[in-house]
C-alpha cells in the first residue's frame, strides 16, 4: 500500500472523464488499498481514482462515526435522491478553498465492490454528500463549479491575485 500523490486544481486532468471498471484484479484491489491508505494519511471522508490520476470509477468514503464505516464504491450509479439540502464542501484536490453547495442528502446508489460482486445501499447525510461529491470527479467535475457566480468570481480574483504577487516575487 502507498500514499498517493494527489492531482490539484486547475490541472486539467481533473475534468477527464472516467472509464467503467471491467476487471476485478489484484490490480484494482491494490488501486483501492492505496486510495483508501491516502483518504486514511490525509484525514479526509473521500477520495476517488482520477484525483489520483487514475481515470477508473472507483471511489472511497469513510465518514468518521456514521453506521457504514469505510465503503468502496466501483462504477457507482445514483438511482435516486431526496432532502436537498446547503452543505459545506472542501477537496483534496482544491486545497484551501470551501464552499457552499447543493446536494441531496439522501441517495439510493448501486455500485460494485471490490470483487465485482454489485450491490445498492440507501445513504443518507454526510455519507451521502460525500459519495455525490466523489462521483463528480468521475464525471469530471469539481465543487468549485457547483458554487454559486459570485463565489467562482471571488475564487478567481484570489487566483489571479496570488498568480500576480508570485510572478513579483
Known amino acids: 500500500m502507498a500514499v498517493l500523490k494527489l492531482l490539484e486544481y486547475p490541472e486539467e486532468a481533473l475534468r477527464q472523464v472516467s472509464r467503467p471498471v471491467q476487471s476485478f484484479d489484484s490490480s484494482l484491489q491494490g488501486l483501492v488499498d492505496d486510495l483508501q491508505e491516502t483518504l486514511e ?3 479526509a471522508i473521500g477520495l476517488s481514482a482520477p484525483q489520483a490520476g487514475v481515470f477508473e470509477r472507483v471511489l472511497v468514503v469513510n465518514v468518521p462515526g456514521d453506521d457504514y464505516g469505510p465503503q468502496v464504491y ?4 445514483i438511482l435516486g435522491s431526496a432532502k436537498l439540502g446547503i452543505v459545506e464542501e472542501s477537496c ?3 486545497p484551501g478553498i470551501v ?4 446536494r441531496a442528502t439522501q441517495v439510493h446508489v448501486r455500485a460494485q ?3 465485482g460482486q454489485p450491490f445498492e445501499r440507501a445513504l443518507e447525510g454526510m455519507h451521502a454528500v460525500c459519495l455525490q461529491h466523489e462521483m463528480d470527479h468521475l464525471e469530471g467535475v469539481l465543487f ?3 458554487l454559486s457566480w459570485f463565489r467562482k468570481l471571488r475564487l478567481k480574483w484570489a487566483a489571479n491575485r496570488a498568480a ?3 510572478q513579483v516575487a
Open 113 to 115: 465492490d471490490a470483487s
Open 99 to 102: 464552499g457552499n453547495v447543493m
Open 74 to 77: 466501483i462504477n457507482p450509479e
Open 144 to 146: 468549485v463549479d457547483r
Open 41 to 43: 494519511s490525509s484525514g
Open 92 to 94: 483534496l484536490s482544491v
Open 164 to 166: 500576480r504577487a508570485t
